[in-house]
């Protein structure tokens, strides 16, 4: 998240999968709490933002176009 940012992500839930490239799973999560959003495991209808690291878990992958309210999900590929 850049300093200079306007986005908040604060209330917002996120799911992560794959390796990310740029920083551990564990410091993402981190930096995502420490601005107020929430970590969780699971994919579901609650969740607002997927990032997708390299080797993303095939069954989340698929599972994002089953979730009725996918269109309103941002999946987020970090650059590497």
Same mark, same amino acid.
Request: glycine share 10%.
């Given at each position: 998240?850049?300093?200079?940012?306007?986005?908040?992500?604060?209330?917002?839930?996120?799911?992560?999968?794959?390796?990310?490239?740029?920083?551990?799973? +564990?410091?993402?999560?981190?930096?995502?709490? /420490?601005?107020?959003?929430?970590?969780? $495991? %699971?994919?579901?209808?609650? &969740?607002?933002?997927?990032?997708?690291?390299? +080797?993303?878990?095939?069954?989340?992958?698929? /599972?994002?176009?089953?979730?009725?309210? $996918? %269109?309103?999900?941002?999946? &987020?590929?970090?650059?590497?």
């Amino acid at each position: 998240i850049p300093l200079q940012s306007t986005i908040s992500i604060k209330g917002k839930t996120f799911v992560l999968t794959g390796q990310l490239a740029n920083m551990e799973r +564990d410091d993402a999560k981190e930096l995502i709490v /420490k601005h107020g959003g929430r970590v969780v $495991s %699971a994919l579901s209808g609650k &969740v607002n933002y997927m990032v997708a690291g390299e +080797d993303a878990g095939v069954s989340k992958m698929a /599972k994002v176009t089953m979730i009725p309210d $996918s %269109a309103s999900m941002y999946i &987020v590929v970090p650059e590497g």
